[in-house]
């Protein structure tokens, strides 16, 4: 079933097979879900991952899709939480028409809510995500055990000149898309059967970021970097030095700047954006999963 610019898909309402390690919450007033995977039976919770997907994808791709990363960190004893967008996944509003700045907001209320289960809350974002997760640490530091950011967009800070004409053209076209050169899917990730998968997904947008998106994310960048000298959580980020969707410089000096003295950039040579589908991932999670791992035991 084709999804429109403007419904979220029929079956939103179903969801997964219900289970009894999900559930799933929503945050007024968007209405946006937040979905819930416990740890299986047997496997003693030791800590909450909350996940956050990038842009044009969903939490739910990551069941099957980023080496089925959700299944896994249950199976090592991590409960995980993840937000779908506004306009994303079974969320309302729009396809693709998320605010970045309600986004942050999102984030923060998920995060709340999880630390109320009393168990360490890491931090894992993905492209746009890992923005978004930038953005909550930037806006609340505390309670926070471990920052995961996955091939994160964080490009340089934007001008007030530069800003404030961004926010006028997003005023008149909000829904325009920046007329960006889009990298061609191939570059997405190494493994081909996943771009076939996604390029059939009825719940991934395929289409651009708009003026409306670009203007709310320039924001939460320029938080971001006006506040790397008062980041003190721990941090791994990990990045593809082949990644033509988020540069890996950027991230390379966000990490040098971070006052955090527990941080490192775990760089795969060749690698694309989405690491977790690469050919052979097993590398870069078991290195993701370990570095959380020892920091709960720290």
Same mark, same amino acid.
């Given at each position: 079933?084709?999804?429109?610019?403007?419904?979220?898909?029929?079956?939103a309402?179903a969801g997964p097979?219900?289970?009894?390690?999900?559930d799933r919450?929503?945050?007024?007033?968007?209405?946006?879900? *937040? /979905?819930?995977?416990?740890?299986?039976?047997g496997?003693?919770?030791?800590?909450?991952?909350?996940l956050?997907?990038?842009?044009?994808e969903?939490?739910?791709?990551?069941?099957?899709? !980023?080496?089925?990363?959700?299944?896994k960190?249950?199976?090592?004893?991590?409960?995980v939480?993840?937000?779908?967008f506004?306009?994303?996944?079974?969320?309302?509003?729009d396809?693709?028409? *998320?605010n970045?700045?309600?986004?942050?907001? /999102?984030?923060?209320?998920?995060r709340?809510?999880a630390?109320e289960r009393?168990l360490?809350v890491?931090?894992?974002?993905?492209s746009?995500g890992?923005? *978004?997760?930038?953005?909550?640490?930037?806006s609340?530091?505390d309670?926070?055990a471990g920052?995961v950011?996955?091939?994160?967009v964080?490009p340089?800070a934007?001008?007030g $000149?530069?800003?404030?004409? $961004?926010?006028?053209v997003?005023?008149i076209v909000?829904?325009?898309?920046?007329?960006?050169?889009r990298?061609?899917?191939?570059?997405?990730?190494h493994?081909r059967?996943?771009v076939?998968?996604?390029?059939?997904?009825?719940?991934?947008?395929?289409?651009?970021i708009?003026?409306s998106?670009?203007?709310?994310?320039?924001?939460v960048?320029?938080l971001?970097?006006?506040? *790397?000298?008062?980041?003190?959580?721990?941090?791994?980020?990990? !990045?593809?030095?082949?990644d033509?969707?988020?540069? !890996?410089?950027?991230?390379q000096?966000?990490?040098?700047?971070?006052?955090?003295?527990?941080?490192?950039?775990?760089?795969?040579?060749?690698?694309?954006?989405?690491?977790l589908?690469?050919?052979?991932?097993e590398e870069?999670f078991r290195?993701?999963?370990?570095?959380?791992h020892?920091r709960?035991?720290s």
């Amino acid at each position: 079933m084709a999804v429109s610019e403007t419904d979220v898909p029929t079956d939103a309402s179903a969801g997964p097979v219900p289970s009894t390690t999900y559930d799933r919450f929503t945050i007024a007033p968007e209405d946006v879900v *937040v /979905h819930k995977w416990s740890c299986n039976a047997g496997t003693p919770t030791s800590a909450v991952v909350v996940l956050q997907h990038g842009f044009g994808e969903y939490a739910e791709r990551y069941i099957s899709s !980023h080496y089925k990363l959700i299944p896994k960190l249950q199976a090592e004893g991590f409960e995980v939480w993840a937000l779908d967008f506004y306009g994303h996944g079974r969320s309302p509003g729009d396809r693709g028409m *998320v605010n970045v700045v309600m986004a942050v907001r /999102h984030h923060l209320e998920v995060r709340k809510r999880a630390t109320e289960r009393g168990l360490p809350v890491f931090l894992f974002g993905h492209s746009l995500g890992g923005l *978004v997760t930038a953005g909550s640490v930037t806006s609340s530091p505390d309670d926070i055990a471990g920052v995961v950011l996955s091939s994160p967009v964080l490009p340089a800070a934007m001008s007030g $000149l530069g800003q404030a004409a $961004l926010q006028v053209v997003a005023s008149i076209v909000p829904k325009t898309k920046v007329p960006l050169p889009r990298p061609p899917l191939d570059e997405l990730c190494h493994d081909r059967e996943q771009v076939r998968i996604l390029m059939e997904d009825p719940l991934k947008y395929k289409s651009g970021i708009s003026f409306s998106v670009a203007s709310t994310a320039v924001k939460v960048v320029n938080l971001v970097w006006a506040a *790397v000298d008062k980041w003190t959580a721990p941090t791994l980020a990990i !990045h593809g030095t082949a990644d033509s969707r988020a540069e !890996h410089r950027q991230c390379q000096s966000f990490v040098d700047k971070i006052a955090s003295q527990d941080k490192e950039l775990f760089s795969i040579e060749g690698g694309y954006h989405e690491l977790l589908n690469a050919l052979e991932p097993e590398e870069t999670f078991r290195h993701v999963v370990e570095w959380l791992h020892s920091r709960i035991a720290s």
